[in-house]
């Protein structure tokens, strides 16, 4: 009788605990600096998942190794359900195919919900001789090694532009920062050519005509920059490639308090004023029940390991 009463207990902790989830405020690793995709993704949620759930949501930005840290970060914390990851294409599918030795492993978080997709848009210093991505393809192969990009190592920005320029050919020295706001000071400042950034922060820079656009890595034309082509439409390479953001937890968090953020997610993502704030972004909202999303995560995991073996692309350590 006893032992079947410790088995009834140890079975139904879970359930009270996520009854009583949360009872104290929920830490939101953001794994870069301020100003980018994984910033902007986290703060919107942030503000509005926080008061659903009757807690303060916590940014904390922590940055090292591209992504690297603050993933970790989330990795080695509890799986209670206080320690929330903003996952990207970068930190849960490209960094497995780019270390030889990463401290944590994509498949050990689970996706709360994905909730925006964007683009990277290739731009240079407005004073590049090349105006078309045809053009900028042809200097590099004629100058090479003269071309540079900037990029933190391991994310999107840097995987892009690598792999653009080893579909064709062209020898280009890539610089890493530290993030987005760094590389932007350069590339405004003359001292760097080029950043294949996410759309949603290149877009101010290009509206303003402070940097040249080059073409989209989006598989369609992007409807606020109607007269800019996409990278397999210039004919210089087949290249399509979005990067996603969306809330992860750990992978052993307990069901019930997974399935309380996956609610408050779904309301928060129904919200008119979070739709509208990531569309004028240039982002694309992304609509998936909780089975898609898992089965689009793994799938992207494998893709992206496969493109990143194929092209050669590794960081050093």
């Known amino acids: 009788m006893r032992s079947a009463l410790i088995i009834l207990v140890v079975a139904l902790a879970p359930a009270v605990h996520a009854q009583s989830y949360p009872s104290k405020p929920i830490r939101l690793i953001v794994p870069s600096l301020p100003g980018g995709g994984f910033d902007v993704t986290g703060r919107t949620l942030a503000d509005k998942m926080g008061p659903l759930l009757g807690t303060q949501m916590v940014v904390e930005n922590r940055t090292g190794a591209g992504t690297v840290v603050g993933t970790e970060t989330v990795a080695k914390a509890p799986a209670d359900g206080y320690t929330l990851l903003i996952g990207g294409l970068s930190n849960i599918a490209l960094n497995a195919g780019l270390y030889e030795k990463l ?18 848009t290739l731009i240079g210093r407005k004073d590049l001789p090349a105006n078309s991505l045809r053009e900028l393809i042809d200097f590099g192969r004629a100058n090479p090694g003269k071309l540079t990009y900037g990029g933190a190592p391991g994310t999107g920005q840097h995987i892009a532009a690598s792999a653009l320029f080893s579909l064709t050919g062209v020898n280009a020295l890539s610089i890493f920062y530290k993030g987005a706001s760094a590389v932007y000071q350069d590339l405004l400042g003359g001292r760097v050519d080029l950043y294949f950034d996410n759309t949603q922060t ?3 820079h290009i509206e303003k005509g402070a940097a040249k656009p080059y073409a989209t890595s989006s598989p369609v034309r992007l409807s606020f ?14 290249l399509d490639m979005e990067t996603w953001f969306g809330p992860f937890v750990v992978k ?19 919200m008119n004023d979070v739709v509208t704030r990531f569309q004028n972004t240039g982002g694309r909202v992304l609509a998936m029940n909780p089975d898609e999303t898992e089965k689009y995560v793994a799938a992207e995991i494998i893709r992206w390991m496969g493109v990143i073996k194929a092209a050669g692309i590794k960081i050093q350590q």
């Open 103 to 120: 401290g944590y492993d994509p498949h050990d978080f689970r996706p709360i919900g994905l909730a925006v997709s964007c683009s990277y």
């Open 202 to 204: 290149a877009r101010p």
């Open 225 to 238: 920059l109607p007269k800019l082509p996409t990278v397999t439409e210039t004919g210089v390479a087949k």
């Open 252 to 270: 052993a968090t307990p069901q019930p308090i997974v399935e309380r953020l996956r609610a408050e997610f779904a309301k928060t993502m129904a």
